[in-house]
T-cell receptor, first 116, second 114 residues
């Protein structure tokens, strides 16, 4: 069964702390994504990566950075957490199907981050 | 249907009835549209997709309709079951400039009444 695993389901951090959210996929997918999900706002793309060591900004990258040193792992970093970053964070991956087929994402179960 | 804002649209349907969830998309150049289902405590799961050159696609108990004239997408679920209770998201996929982008709607909460 294909899997995207997010290491932490629930985290509580203090304002100003550095936060790492880890995501690992075992499907050999080229593409990986980080979204945040807030009630009534749907899923908003933070960063994505189409290859190792490659990253692209999504719609709301401010306050976040990412790292992709290995194909299977995509990390989201909050350099200095703030209360407005309290949210559900979803990692996803997909096969690179440029020119054919839908970009179907497989999501992890999510990491709920609370910043106090 | 889906809308921008802080309130998640909701739809309550009697078990066994059909349900229709609506979605308005924004980019007329999007080439694929996808429906995802998110159950409580889980990440979204793929349900069905439709290419922009189609107007209807059927799966198991689900049908997606695409009206490009008014940029509208709908998901029909036949004979709803308790397990259909979830939040449903539409997403539009746009390819261009060497990459592709998937943009999600705000979601609709479907509740099945026993």
């Amino acid at each position: 069964d294909v899997k995207v695993t997010q290491s932490s389901r629930y985290l509580v951090k203090r304002t100003g702390e550095k936060v790492f959210l880890e995501c690992v996929q075992d499907m050999d997918h080229e593409n990986m994504f980080w979204y945040r999900q807030d009630p009534g706002l749907g899923l908003r793309l933070i960063y994505f990566s189409y290859d190792v060591k490659m990253k692209e900004k999504g719609d709301i990258p401010e306050g976040y950075s990412v790292s992709r040193e290995k194909k299977e792992r995509f990390s989201l970093i909050l350099e200095s957490a703030s209360t407005n970053q309290t949210s559900m964070y979803l990692c996803a991956s997909s096969l690179k199907v440029w020119g054919a087929g839908a970009n179907v994402l497989t999501f992890g179960a999510g990491s709920r981050l609370t910043v106090l | 249907g889906e809308s921008v804002g802080l309130h998640l649209p909701t739809l309550s349907v009697q078990e066994g009835d059909n349900s229709i969830i609506n979605c308005a998309y924004s980019n007329s150049a999007s080439d694929y549209f996808i429906w995802y289902k998110q159950e409580s405590g889980k990440g979204p799961q793929f349900i069905i997709d439709i290419r922009s050159n189609m107007d209807k696609r059927q799966g198991q108990r689900v049908t997606v309709l695409l009206n490009k004239t008014v940029k509208h997408l709908s998901l029909q679920i036949a004979a709803t079951q308790p397990g259909d209770s979830a939040v449903y998201f539409c997403a539009e996929n746009f390819r261009g400039f060497g990459n592709e982008k998937l943009t999600f709607g705000t979601g609709t909460r479907l509740t099945i009444i026993p």
